[in-house]
């Protein structure tokens, strides 16, 4: 089995940065892009949730949400929890 970064044109430093997510046709999202992706894909109330994404304005705010947390990963690990490997 191919390696899954080669399979769908990512490389570690991708990963490690942002959550992605794949489509079967080789669509690709990436931060909060890809989490808006998956709660479409869950129906219900996820996928009203997250069809708010579409809305320039909470795309916006999502987008920088996404980044800050992503930037302060280690730094909120410590306070709220986290598997031993996310903490610095």
Do not use: C
């Not at 709660?39 to 579409?54: F, K, T």
């Not at 909470?58 to 709220?80: C, G, K, T, V």
């Amino acid at each position: 089995m191919p390696n899954l970064l080669d399979q769908y044109g990512l490389v570690r430093e991708q990963v490690d940065r942002e959550v992605w997510a794949v489509a079967p046709d080789g669509t690709r999202w990436s931060g909060a892009a890809a989490i808006n992706r998956t709660l479409l894909e869950l129906e219900g109330i996820w996928a009203r949730l997250a069809a708010i994404y579409r809305l320039a304005p909470f795309r916006w705010i999502e987008d920088r949400a996404y980044r800050w947390i992503a930037a302060h990963r280690s730094w909120l690990s410590r306070w709220f929890g986290a598997p031993p490997e996310w903490k610095e």
